[in-house]
């Protein structure tokens, strides 16, 4: 019988699950390398904590290793249904407020070594979290995806700490009464896109106009393993950000509110680092609840022990 001890929070909405003790020994190389072990050999703890039975497609895990760069305090690796994220902005959130509630941080900066580079998180004293994300640009404009039975859809390809593709919705309601509907849509573009040219995309965001006041748009968010973030994606609103900046529609320092389809937000900004390259350091802000602390037991003549793996697992790019 082995025990992992988690804390549950939610930011906006989205899941997070903290392994605070009993995770795989990863090494101590780079947080990169330290990612692909987890993900050659030990894929079944991955299984065994966010997939049903104790988990579910919609939750995130958030791996706490020793950092590997010095200037960090603590490294994270982030998980999902399917395999290893590069960077998780609700997951930062929540691994932030997770931690504050367990007494091992208190307000103030947090450097935390992640896969993809070193993120800067600050907890504020009205609980608010704000991640200084990992530089995020856009790779392609106006690439158009062959969506069989929908036909072309254009949109951006961006990096944000994960690959996205950013389209308009059009007419398309973002709503959550629509969410299967978004979720075949947006699969299919992930598929035609893979298809054609652009393997690395594996999220794919649509926006529409805002509901909530302040806020400047909407977005429904497809994750790698076709569950859909409950918050507006921090990643996500980051490669946002790149495109917006790339097209001059935000400026150095102004502040974009990002709606997501439940109705939670993200409040961002960006500090450009290299106009050449249309490269941006973005900030997130955020909130995100505990909402338990409990301990996994997975016990090997459990048949279910390692998860019911109701997607296929998502193949590393080499
Ligand atoms: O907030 O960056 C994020 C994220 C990625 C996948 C789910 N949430």
């Not at 966010?50 to 958030?62: L, Q």
């Not at 249904?81 to 929540?94: P, Y």
């Not at 039975?149 to 254009?154: D, N």
């Not at 649509?206 to 509901?211: A, E, N, S, T």
Request: glycine share 12%.
């Amino acid at each position: 019988m082995r025990n992992i001890r988690v804390i549950d929070s939610h930011t906006g909405g989205e899941p997070t699950r903290l392994v605070m003790s009993g995770g795989p020994d990863l090494g101590d190389g780079e947080l990169s390398e330290r990612a692909r072990v987890f993900r050659e050999n030990f894929d079944a703890y991955r299984s065994a904590i966010v997939n049903e039975p104790r988990g579910s497609d919609v939750m995130v895990g958030a791996l706490l290793v020793p950092p590997s760069r010095p200037d960090c305090q603590l490294g994270v690796i982030f998980f999902n249904n399917v395999g290893v994220l590069g960077m998780c902005g609700h997951g930062t959130v929540g691994v932030v407020a997770s931690l504050a509630h367990a007494g091992q941080l208190k307000t103030g900066a947090l450097r935390i070594d992640t896969p993809v580079g070193a993120v800067d998180a600050r907890l504020h004293d009205n609980g608010e979290v704000e991640v200084a994300n990992v530089p995020s640009y856009r790779k392609s404009r106006a690439v158009t995806a062959d969506v069989p039975g929908h036909g072309p859809v254009t949109g951006d390809v961006a990096w944000g700490g994960n690959w996205f593709f950013l389209a308009d919705g059009g007419d398309r309601a973002i709503e959550l009464s629509q969410v299967d509907a978004l979720t075949e849509f947006t699969w299919r573009i992930r598929q035609a896109l893979n298809a054609q040219g652009h393997p690395e995309v594996d999220h794919v965001e649509l926006f529409g106009p805002p509901r909530l006041a302040g806020a400047d748009s909407r977005n429904f968010v497809l994750c790698p393993g076709k569950a859909y973030d409950r918050s507006p994606c921090g990643t996500g609103t980051s490669a946002k950000l790149a495109c917006l900046a790339a097209d001059g529609k935000l400026a150095e320092g102004e502040e974009w509110v990002q709606e997501g389809i439940v109705g939670s937000h993200f409040r961002g900004r960006f500090r450009w680092i290299d106009h050449s390259t249309g490269t941006i350091a973005p900030t997130i802000v955020g909130r995100a609840w505990v909402i338990s602390e409990s301990t996994l037991l997975l016990d090997p003549a459990d048949p279910y022990c390692w998860g019911i793996r109701t997607q296929e697992r998502r193949k590393p790019l080499e």
